[in-house]
């Protein structure tokens, strides 16, 4: 373990996490709110204790694989902690696991909520919580990475154990270039919806947090009332959720007009998957009285569709209340999540066409035990460790979920409720169904769930090897 | 500028770090996968699985976009292959390896035809700087720098050496000859010297010099400066047949002890005049026989590292005569060095510092001066060799005025044919050729000397 990279790296991040909070500071400043001076201070501590960290440059800056889990792992714990300070400090959440809570639940992408009502909480701290999202989506180290030139090429661990998907790889040689690309499509993602939020009429604050939040595929709403927006703005959310939900190489792709490796299998299926759950829902809920017509049937159920799979979690209609098959089919997509290297949560659709692909090989090899098939994927073999790490990801996966699930019955609360609050966690969602649906909340749980909870959006959002491996002794023997 | 490395072998790997550094775009491709990801994790460049001598695979390595590529497969054919559908598919520039004797005695025409911008090999470039070695054995390594007029050589001071306890800025004045000190490697530190420089036994010293200075100057510090005139050599490979061609030409007696019989035969028949012993090298008795002891020379080239490092250990041990070994692991240089072994060669690093030199040169077309470029000291100390192409601060003022940065040293102007080993009182002038010895490496632009 390389302990004093370790701490060089917290340094910066503590550096950049501070300038991150100028935005708040800002927002407090035009709106005349008293946290004003609260957001500037910490701000300004963050980037002082930043700075003098990375006064001590380590002399080794060599990274390893096991350097990069870590590295990532911290930061995020660190980002998190010092995140949750003025929602603490100011008393907007009393209790520190609760302000942790929705911290982890801002920068995983989440969305989950302890909030009962969003109506006395000032537009600073709103804004905070929508700009974790934004900066939860893409990953902070990729950030950190477009903008300082790191030595060497280890940063591609760093950037391995952020990035989602089974097989992170570079759009350019160089990483910092492709840490530039890829924030350059974002942001620029990002800004096309804030301008057509604003042609549909929404408010200049709710466009900033409403795209703020669908860019990271995060789902924490700012406004009091919900989502009471025209069906134009409903409309531009879910086209922006779903293609915040792409692989970000596919843009690239396009970009260079090489349109047919662009669209890929993966992007085929998710569109596929995407495109079968929109008609079987709309066909399942057109006659629900709360509805006028199938047309409106169609655009809540896309709505809600498009915000479940790309694991966003804004909710426009209580599709608690939808038929069994709307619920059923709802919470599977959560596990589907987004495209791999999308901001978006989930098994990642990739992971599963490796999943199934290798199934159908398996079961081809024991009625032919003789034959040699190769799991190819748009016309590429597929490695037999990226097939491994998918194998081994999916028993990772079982196991922290059946843990967590145990975990929450400490609480006695029925099993849709702790079932769905696992998938809606872990998958990076925010809304689950029941006690957890999407208009209520999850204070219903008790300080210990609570932490299981935090602990399974980390995981999750890191794919689950960084954390796993930061509990692991293994990982810091010598 | 964008580069393509076909082939991620050993020096497909050195190139990759060697020009990311320099600050090239890489993507290397190579058929094997495991290979490419550990180099595409190891240095922060792209990688790309595929057969690089075919059309789709290098279009997804971007040749489009490339300005050269390097193909540095294992096969000649295929290096060959790679660079004619470059040049087809991206008009780049393109560099092959060709190992093979009978390939490369038509480089020219290949080069011609082909439209390839160079050709290496790396086993004859290992074979001429033996061959420079053993003409000059008092030297580890000899670098030629504008056309052969400069010669950059690197010896090691022994205990009873009259330099010993001298100062640099003694040597012209005691020793009445034109030479420079460049650098002085004492342990695992690097100087580059400055007239209070005090020279101590064991020192690592590099100078530049006119060839027959160089001699003088040698002869003058008790150093044997002639030509070996016998040489022994284990192995019988591809360096074995361009190193006996070379020395034969300079008179050398050359005897080669081969253990196989087919290989051993063939030395015999293309080279009539060489010594051929068909016998295992290993073996004591045989190299006693062969008069080890006596041997002016002895060259250790079989294709096993540690055998090479073993025979160069007992000649030592037998003989006083100039010892040269072959390594072509590069990863445990370090080591190596520590074992005192006189001169060793790696023609992996020999490849890779062609290559490099070549781009660097490449990227003078895109705004800046300089001509070449040598390794000195690797990783600290660099030798360039600029030309002044206009006045500028550079030529307005003698050189003790120059306000140069540290480290920085003028080592050698070369004006109208005649070198100049420079003193304070000279200035640069336009059309110059100037050597700079500088540890601050990557120098683009001749005003980068300035401070």
Not at chain 1, 430 to 448: E, I, K, Q, R
Not at chain 1, 452 to 466: S, T
Not at chain 2, 344 to 365: C, E, F, G, Q, W
């Amino acid at each position: 373990m390389n302990l004093r990279m370790t701490v060089y790296m917290l340094g910066i991040l503590m550096a950049f996490e501070g300038a991150f909070m100028l935005v708040p500071t800002a927002t407090a400043a035009v709106y005349h709110e008293p946290q004003l001076l609260l957001f500037a201070v910490i701000a300004l501590a963050l980037i002082a204790a930043g700075f003098v960290i990375t006064r001590f440059k380590p002399e080794n800056k060599t990274l390893f694989a096991r350097d990069g889990f870590v590295i990532v792992a911290l930061s995020w714990l660190a980002m998190s902690f010092f995140g949750c300070l003025p929602f603490y400090i100011s008393g907007v959440i009393p209790k520190f696991v609760d302000a942790m809570f929705e911290t982890v639940s801002g920068f995983t992408t989440t969305g989950a909520s302890i909030l009962h009502d969003l109506a006395p909480v000032p537009k600073c701290m709103l804004m905070w919580r929508s700009f974790t999202h934004w900066v939860g989506g893409m990953g902070v180290l990729v950030f950190i990475m477009a903008f300082l030139p790191l030595s060497g090429g280890q940063n591609m661990y760093l950037m391995k154990a952020e990035s989602p998907g089974p097989s992170v790889s570079k759009l350019v040689p160089r990483v910092r270039t492709t840490a530039m690309l890829l924030y350059v499509i974002y942001f620029v993602l990002t800004l096309l919806e804030i301008i057509l939020l604003l042609i549909g009429g929404m408010p200049m604050f709710d466009a900033i947090n409403i795209s703020f939040a669908t860019a990271g595929t995060g789902g924490f709403s700012c406004n009091p009332a919900g989502m009471p927006y025209s069906p134009f703005c409903i409309n531009v959310i879910t086209v922006f959720m779903i293609l915040f939900g792409v692989n970000f190489t596919c843009y690239f792709l396009f970009l260079h007009r090489k349109f047919k490796d662009g669209f890929n299998s993966e992007l085929k299926v998710y569109l596929g998957i995407i495109a079968f759950a929109i008609i079987t829902v709309t066909l399942n809920v057109r006659s629900l009285p709360m509805f006028r017509g199938t047309g409106e049937a169609l655009m809540h159920s896309a709505f809600t569709v498009g915000s479940l799979i790309t694991t966003t979690g804004f909710a426009t209609a209580d599709f608690n209340v939808w038929p069994t098959y709307s619920r059923t089919l709802l919470v599977l997509l959560m596990f589907v999540g987004a495209c791999a290297g999308s901001t978006g949560g989930g098994i990642k659709v990739s992971r599963l066409i490796i999943f199934f692909k290798n199934m159908h090989n398996e079961l081809r090899i024991m009625t032919h035990p003789r034959q040699i098939k190769k799991l190819k994927m748009d016309g590429h073999p597929v490695e037999a460790d990226v097939i491994r790490a998918v194998n081994v990801y999916f028993a990772c996966y079982i196991m922290v979920y059946v843990v967590s699930l145990l975990l929450l019955t400490l609480d006695g609360l029925d099993l849709t409720t702790n079932f769905t609050a696992v998938v809606a966690t872990l998958n990076n969602i925010g809304p689950g169904l029941n006690l957890v649906g999407p208009t209520a909340n999850y204070d219903v749980y008790s300080a210990l769930p609570k932490c299981v909870l935090i602990f399974d959006m980390l995981a999750g959002r890191l794919e689950l090897f960084p954390i796993i491996l930061l509990l692991s002794p293994a990982t810091w023997k010598k | 500028m964008n580069v393509i490395i076909v082939g991620c072998g050993k020096v497909g790997k050195v190139l990759a770090e060697q020009l990311n550094e320099a600050g090239n775009n890489i993507t290397v491709v190579d058929i094997n996968a495991s290979r490419v990801n550990d180099v595409a994790d190891r240095y922060d460049v792209m990688g790309v699985i595929g057969n690089g001598a075919t059309h789709a695979t290098l279009q997804e390595a971007g040749i489009n976009k490339a300005d050269l590529l390097i193909a540095v497969t294992g096969s000649d054919e295929r290096n060959l292959l790679c660079c004619l559908i470059a040049k087809k598919a991206g008009g780049c520039q393109t560099i092959a390896r060709v190992r093979s004797p009978q390939y490369h005695a038509e480089a020219p025409y290949l080069k011609e035809e082909l439209g390839l911008a160079m050709v290496i090999n790396p086993e004859l470039a290992a074979a001429e700087e033996i061959a420079r070695v053993l003409r000059f054995p008092s030297a580890l390594k000899i670098e030629t720098f504008v056309k052969g007029r400069i010669e950059l050589l690197k010896f090691k001071l022994p205990e009873d050496s009259p330099l010993c306890g001298m100062c640099v800025r003694d040597i012209a004045p005691k020793l009445h000859c034109d030479v420079l000190v460049c650098t002085i490697e004492r342990g695992d530190e690097a100087f580059i010297a400055y007239g209070d420089f005090r020279f101590e036994p064991k020192d690592v010293i590099s100078i530049i010099a006119e060839p027959k200075n160089a001699f003088t100057f040698f002869r003058k510090i008790d150093f044997k400066a002639k030509s070996v005139n016998d040489v022994i050599i284990a192995g019988g490979g591809d360096i074995t047949h361009y190193l006996c061609s070379a020395l034969e030409k300079s008179g050398i007696a050359v005897t080669v002890i081969e253990k196989d019989q087919n290989r051993a035969d063939a030395l015999s028949e293309t080279l009539p005049g060489v010594n051929v012993i068909h016998a295992d090298a290993i073996n004591q008795e045989v190299l006693m026989q062969e008069n080890i002891d006596k041997a002016e020379a002895f060259v250790s080239l079989t294709n096993i590292d540690e055998e090479n490092i073993l025979l160069s250990l007992f000649a030592k041990s037998v003989s006083e005569g100039k010892i040269v070994t072959k390594i072509n692991r590069i990863d445990f240089d370090e080591v190596i060095e520590h074992l005192d072994l006189d001169t060793i060669i790696y023609p992996k690093n020999l490849t890779s510092d062609l290559i490099v030199r070549y781009v660097r040169a490449m990227k003078k077309t895109i705004g800046t001066d300089l001509e070449t470029l040598y390794q000195i000291i690797k990783g600290k100390v660099e030798a360039a060799e600029f030309t002044v192409k206009e006045d500028s601060a550079l030529t307005a003022a003698p050189l003790m005025q120059l306000k140069l940065r540290d480290g920085v040293l003028v080592a050698a102007i070369v004006r109208d044919r005649k070198v100049l080993i420079p003193r304070g009182s000279d200035m640069l002038q336009k059309g110059d050729s100037v050597v700079v010895v500088t540890n601050h490496l990557g120098l683009h632009d001749m005003n980068d000397l300035l401070a």
